[in-house]
């Protein structure tokens, strides 16, 4: 064998680039478990929740805005840390 190329083994910068993702994409899952925890009760008992799609809705983009900011940061100090 020559190289990684021959083992065909993800490089540590795809690893690391997977482990971020993975760690972003928990922390806006756990952002918007955080704001429908409170409705979950009242859901289950059978009440009706006013709003209740728009505000997830809301909440859903919020967090997706979170972790596209998270992401980029993490893509613009991957791009400096490769070109140094």
């Known amino acids: 064998m020559q190289s990684n190329k021959d083992l065909d083994l993800p490089t540590q910068q795809e690893l690391l680039a997977q482990f971020r993702c993975d ?3 928990n922390v806006a899952l ?12 009242p859901v ?3 009440n009706v929740v006013a709003d209740l799609g728009k505000s997830m809705k809301s909440w859903r ?7 596209v900011i998270d ?4 893509n613009q100090l991957n791009k400096h840390d490769s070109a140094v």
């Open 23 to 25: 760690e972003i994409a």
């Open 30 to 41: 756990e952002q918007f478990n955080q704001r429908v925890k409170p409705l979950r009760k």
């Open 44 to 46: 289950e008992g059978g």
């Open 61 to 67: 983009d919020e967090a997706l805005g979170t972790s």
């Open 71 to 74: 992401a980029d940061g993490h």
